[in-house]
């Protein structure tokens, strides 16, 4: 670790020139991150805020899913992000999926987040990226439902408040949470609470493009192309793009991908029955969720607040 922590050090990388994406765990983050670390000399940065692996003092207590105001004063937070936007902080889980090699010739550092959706204003208020940050969308059924199946159930009390600064969102919530029939409802709720605050944000459009798990599926090339052409040369892209295999499954998938993308996108909202997606509908009508409703794994506006 030394030695790469040496050629890291050397390189000087700026955090405003890297890329970013955006998104909650399960929502196709790490396919999208695997389809853009084909761009030449791409660096990976995976998961920098994972609570056990990552990078962030737990002195800090930015907790799971960390929420920091515009008019936050702690400059050791600002700090701390464009340390681990430029690496010059990293782990061994958060640059391992690179390779030596990787790591020498690397020029942009490619960070995914899973747990940051929160941050993004904040981020975005301090650091002036050259290439707008990615947020990756999905249906929040299809990311709860996955999220589930991959992470597993059993939480034993759904009024609980998880750990961390600026939580009050959850003490706000804490009736609905309490009164989640099961896990996939309380996912659900959690979804809306950690998710709700960004998308009614007025302006998110300027802070971020937004991409939609939904087109990403159907047409992968179409959105890749779509991100290349504000990252790379233009005569570059038809090379990069030669070398992405589109259809591979993610590593973190858990059956691959089905051979027809609409299979893939209908198989988990398929697998609920009507009465479920009733109340859900509650769930989203209570947080004025518009976007998306329960009966459809296609969002039903693409509207944000501008």
């Known amino acids: 670790m030394n030695r790469i922590g040496s050629i890291l050090a050397n390189k000087n990388l700026l955090p405003e020139d890297g890329l970013v994406i955006f998104g909650e765990a399960r929502s196709g983050t790490t396919w999208l991150m695997e389809l853009l670390s084909h761009i030449p000399n791409a660096i990976i940065n995976w998961e920098p805020l994972h609570m056990e692996k990552g990078v962030v003092p737990r002195e800090f207590n930015w907790g799971d899913r960390p929420y920091i105001p515009l008019d936050d004063k702690h400059e050791a937070h600002g700090d701390l992000i464009k340390d681990i936007l430029s690496l010059r902080k990293y782990s061994e889980w958060t640059i391992g999926k690179n390779s030596l090699e990787g790591i020498v010739n690397g020029k942009i550092v490619l960070t995914k987040f899973v747990r940051a959706n929160l941050l993004i204003p904040w981020i975005c208020h301090n650091i ?20 589930l199946k991959a992470f597993g159930n059993g939480y034993k009390d759904y009024g609980n408040i998880p750990s961390g600064i600026n939580n009050t969102r959850f003490l706000q919530h804490r009736d609905i949470l309490k009164n989640a029939n099961n896990d996939l409802e309380y996912k659900i709720i959690l979804w809306c609470i950690n998710n709700m605050p960004l998308l009614d944000n007025f302006g998110l459009q300027d802070l971020v493009e937004v991409i939609y798990y939904e087109d990403l599926l159907l047409d992968p090339r179409k959105q890749i192309r779509f991100i290349l052409e504000r990252v790379i040369h233009y005569e570059n892209i038809a090379e990069v793009m030669s070398f992405i295999p589109f259809r591979a499954a993610s590593e973190t998938s858990l059956n691959g991908l089905d051979s027809s993308p609409l299979m893939q996108l209908y198989k988990n909202i398929d697998a609920i029955d009507y009465r479920q997606k009733e109340r859900i509908q509650i769930i989203f009508d209570h947080f004025e969720l518009e976007m998306y409703n329960a009966f459809s794994p296609y969002r039903v506006s693409s509207k944000i607040k501008l």
């Open 128 to 147: 002036k990226f050259r290439h707008k940050p990615i947020l990756l969308l999905r249906h929040p059924i299809d990311t709860c439902l996955s999220q």
